[in-house]
């Protein structure tokens, strides 16, 4: 997968170039701090970066809103000038369709920056049982239409843990999850829902012949009930949790470590959600965390060029980085030089 993604160049097209930058120019007093959006998991590790940055920099504190990795690319992705965001996190990378709806607005030059990696948990209470379950489980737990014993898809009638295996608790099945902005939730219908949806050979047939039909089998989260969508306030999620020793949460490996005096990780397919089964690509549910930065306003939002060196420095993402004691997993050395690279290069732009 690319790092640095550059897109064709759309300036004629668009009639942006010199007069873009002229037009941010000479509104630019009208904002002097870095306007971040993007993924509620990415948030506590953006906030950090950025307090640090606002306390050593001689730069104002940028401001971050958490809007969800889909919401958060939305807003980045509808201009250029100093109403847009110059930075947007994701819990996944850029789509295609988001690609294009960037260049559409005239913004066709952006660079990708990986951070390090994050593990999806399915947690409860410390107070309740703590519990083992596979990705097949899980897949019968969520799933809106499961494969009934005759190779039909019925609405997923499983109410109870124990009506999918007696082995797991006779609870009702309450999970409070992200909403479909959130790109938690993406990564957990592609990895948890999806993955537990290929242990079932009849579906893993299906793919071949009908993509459509397959996505929709593996992809939908049931309606009824089971799945409730808590929105992207994952600190809101812990405390529900709290309240009700029945139900699991479904967020970020670095919210499981910042509350693990209130909650606890399911083990999934033998796997605790820990530190090392993450970093070593060992847990099932893992993916990579992301932020994009807009080329337009690099030399124009004052500080942008500082923040990214912040951000990409080893004392920040390294292994002994001071984003690793808020859950952050780092990448390997050589990555983390590979993306450092990259954000020095947009240090470089129109210099």
């Known amino acids: 997968m690319i790092r640095l993604i550059r897109l064709f160049d759309m300036s004629l097209i668009f009639g942006l170039g010199i007069g873009v930058f002229g037009l941010i120019s000479a509104a630019a007093e009208a904002r002097d701090q870095i306007r971040i959006v993007g993924s509620s998991t990415v948030y506590p590790f953006e906030t950090a970066v950025a307090e640090e940055f606002g306390k050593t920099s001689g730069f104002k504190t940028p401001v971050i809103e958490s809007t969800g990795s889909g919401g958060g690319l939305k807003l980045f992705c509808a201009g250029i000038g100093i109403d847009h965001p110059d930075i947007t996190n994701s819990s996944r990378r850029i789509k295609t369709s988001e690609v294009e709806n960037c260049a559409k607005n005239g913004i066709d030059k952006i660079t990708e920056i990986k951070i390090g990696f994050d593990g999806i948990v399915m947690a409860n209470s410390r107070e309740a049982m703590k519990v083992s379950v596979s990705l097949k489980q899980i897949f019968l737990a969520l799933a809106k239409d499961v494969p009934d014993n005759y190779g039909n898809f019925i609405p997923n009638p499983n109410k109870f843990w ?86 699991f949460g479904i967020f970020g490996y670095s919210f499981l470590e910042q509350n693990s005096d209130k909650v606890q990780g399911a083990v999934v397919d033998g796997l605790e959600p820990t530190f090392d089964n993450i970093a070593d690509g060992k847990y099932p549910i893992s993916r990579s965390l992301f932020f994009y930065v807009k080329h337009a306003h690099v030399n124009i939002i004052p500080g942008i060029k500082e923040f990214l060196s912040e951000f990409t420095d080893e004392e920040t993402i390294g292994d002994y980085g001071y984003l690793t004691d808020k859950g952050l997993i780092p990448m390997p050395e050589d990555d983390r030089e590979n993306f450092r690279t990259d954000a020095q290069f947009l240090n470089k732009l129109i210099d």
């Open 162 to 247: 124990s009506d999918i295996d007696s082995s797991l608790p006779n609870m009702k099945i309450e999970v409070l999850g992200p909403p479909p902005t959130s790109g938690t939730r993406d990564a957990f219908v592609e990895l948890g829902l999806e993955g537990g949806c290929k242990t079932f050979e009849s579906i893993v047939s299906m793919r071949n012949k009908n993509k459509a039909a397959y996505k929709k089998i593996c992809h939908t989260i049931r309606e009824d009930g089971a799945y409730i969508e808590a929105g992207e306030n994952d600190n809101l999620i812990i405390k529900k949790l709290e309240t009700n020793a029945s139900a």
